[in-house]
């Protein structure tokens, strides 16, 4: 018999990366996406209990609902950067896993919180607990696939953001409907039965992650070292881009101008993220009195969803189509422009239905433009660079939580409406769509670790 021919290299590479990177997909995004609806529903499940009972119940003014908001990010930020870089020392196993049981223990104990004070200490507690999660999920997301499946991917983790408040939100409002269970009021069953599942998937992830490609014994022999060669080639590539200032190092991404612009840019996008985040249903329960109408809480819990879904479609699509065509600057820049002007116009129209309209574009330019984002620090740093750099990046964006929550609600109580907090955000996206083109245009000392067809 005639011996069978060899396949193509360059077909059997393409069937060996179809494979791993599909099996990544349905393995470890879809997982790691759950963590992070968690994360984000706990992170800000005092939204939807101010409006429905806990603002009345412990005595919070606009300004101290925006600061027990807002005091979270400051724990976060002060532990982000450790955080990451003991996830990278010890790998995403182990210290996800931590993390999740950590902050459900703390989300728990809002069950049972009875003052402001206790509200502020518990959501800065919260914040220590959560601290590095977000950067760390990205960090161990990019690990596992080469820079060219990176939008892709983190597009389908990202999808876990506007679907928490889709599925989130009517949550909530069912379970803070169910006053008197235990003897405790609505908001408080809230925060019992969305504390427990970080806890239980802070134990399933301990068994169920793995650190590496080379370790996912559900990989076929090929496939993990296709996966192995291919992220080792990259790294090796940026540290011969860098030279000397991309060894790995800490000092690599403190001293890396490109990190500190993309922090900005992050900043923008995120303060109007949690300005949306914390306030929208405050907001919504105000269009009672404002339009002379009624909502019941699972009313308001609807309505606070519906930004969201659009959102989710927008992201997933946006995603594709920066990974099919390669990302470009204006994949992050046009987002940013849209939702630097629709926020503002927001205050100007003349219905609920107007105004969550325009709330919607929004909240699709903010969602659209992050998983994009976060695609490209990774393509220049690398090891522990990159483990710091993009907790610093992130911990620009809690200190855009931080403000946003809290100027939001400071402006309301001093102007006594929310014009002048969003015209605030609307100039905060600007600000990021001018940086993001300022700095494509520095090339090639800016992108020259990217293809020509990704600047």
Same mark, same amino acid.
């Given at each position: 018999m005639p011996a069978t021919a060899a396949p193509p290299v360059k077909?059997?590479?393409?069937? #060996?990366?179809?494979?791993?990177?599909?099996?990544?997909?349905?393995?470890?995004?879809?997982?790691? *996406?759950?963590?992070?609806?968690?994360?984000?529903?706990?992170r800000t499940a005092v939204s939807f209990a101010e409006p429905n009972?806990?603002?009345?119940?412990?005595?919070?003014?606009?300004?101290?609902?925006?600061?027990?908001?807002?005091?979270? +990010?400051?724990? %976060?930020?002060?532990?982000?950067?450790?955080s990451n870089m003991a996830l990278h020392r010890f790998g995403a196993r182990r210290w996800l896993a931590r993390i999740m049981v950590t902050w459900g223990i703390v989300s728990l104990l809002f069950t049972w919180v009875d003052s402001s004070g206790g509200l502020y200490t518990l959501r800065f507690l919260l914040g220590v607990a959560e601290a590095g999660f977000f950067?760390?999920?990205?960090?161990?997301?990019?690990?596992?696939?080469?820079?060219?499946?990176?939008?892709?991917?983190?597009?389908?983790? %990202?999808?876990?953001?506007?679907?928490?408040?889709?599925?989130?939100?009517?949550?909530? &409002?069912?379970?803070?409907?169910?006053?008197?269970?235990?003897?405790? @009021?609505?908001?408080?069953?809230? +925060?019992?039965?969305?504390?427990?599942? *970080?806890?239980?998937?802070?134990?399933v992830a301990w068994f169920y992650l793995i650190d590496r490609p080379a370790d996912a014994?559900?990989?076929?022999? @090929?496939?993990?070292?296709?996966?192995?060669? @291919?992220?080792?080639?990259?790294?090796e590539q940026k540290t011969g881009h860098e030279g000397k200032h991309?060894?790995?190092?800490?000092?690599?991404?403190?001293?890396? &101008?490109?990190?500190?612009?993309?922090? #900005?840019?992050?900043?923008? +996008?995120?303060?109007?993220? %949690?300005?949306? *985040? +914390?306030?929208?249903?405050?907001?919504?329960?105000?269009?009672?009195?404002? %339009?002379?109408t009624t909502f019941s809480v699972m009313d308001k819990a609807w309505i606070t969803a519906i930004p969201y879904l659009p959102a989710a479609?927008?992201?997933?699509?946006?995603?594709?189509?920066?990974?099919k065509h390669g990302t470009r600057t204006w994949h992050v820049a046009g987002p940013a422009i849209v939702g630097g002007i629709s926020i503002p116009l927001a205050l100007y129209m003349g219905s609920p239905t107007a105004t969550v309209a325009v709330i919607t574009v929004t909240?699709?330019?903010?969602?659209a433009a992050l998983p994009v984002f976060w695609a490209v620090p990774s393509r220049f740093l690398t090891g522990a660079a990159a483990a710091a750099g993009i907790a610093l990046i992130n911990t620009a964006g809690n200190i855009a939580g931080f403000a946003s929550s809290y100027i939001t609600g400071w402006l309301k109580g001093l102007t006594g409406d929310y014009y002048v907090p969003?015209?605030?955000?609307?100039?905060?996206?600007?600000?990021?769509a001018v940086l993001m083109v300022l700095l494509a245009r520095r090339a090639p000392t800016s992108t020259s670790s990217l293809p020509e067809n990704q600047r």
């Open positions: 077909a059997t590479r393409s069937a #060996v990366e179809k494979s791993a990177i599909k099996k990544i997909s349905i393995r470890l995004v879809p997982f790691v *996406a759950l963590m992070f609806f968690v994360n984000y529903l706990d009972g806990m603002g009345d119940d412990l005595a919070l003014t606009a300004a101290q609902f925006g600061f027990a908001s807002g005091i979270f +990010f400051v724990g %976060y930020i002060v532990l982000e950067v450790p950067p760390g999920a990205i960090l161990f997301l990019s690990q596992w696939v080469p820079s060219r499946h990176r939008t892709k991917v983190l597009g389908l983790f %990202y999808l876990a953001q506007p679907l928490t408040t889709v599925f989130g939100a009517p949550l909530a &409002g069912w379970l803070i409907g169910h006053h008197g269970l235990f003897g405790l @009021e609505g908001w408080r069953v809230m +925060f019992l039965f969305v504390s427990i599942p *970080a806890i239980v998937l802070g134990v014994k559900w990989l076929t022999t @090929e496939e993990r070292d296709w996966l192995t060669k @291919e992220l080792a080639a990259e790294n991309a060894k790995g190092d800490l000092k690599a991404a403190f001293t890396n &101008g490109r990190v500190w612009v993309l922090a #900005v840019v992050y900043f923008g +996008f995120v303060y109007g993220l %949690y300005a949306l *985040a +914390f306030f929208l249903p405050t907001i919504i329960d105000g269009f009672q009195e404002q %339009y002379d479609i927008v992201l997933f699509f946006w995603s594709r189509h920066a990974t909240a699709c330019a903010i969602f969003l015209y605030l955000v609307g100039l905060f996206m600007l600000l990021s």
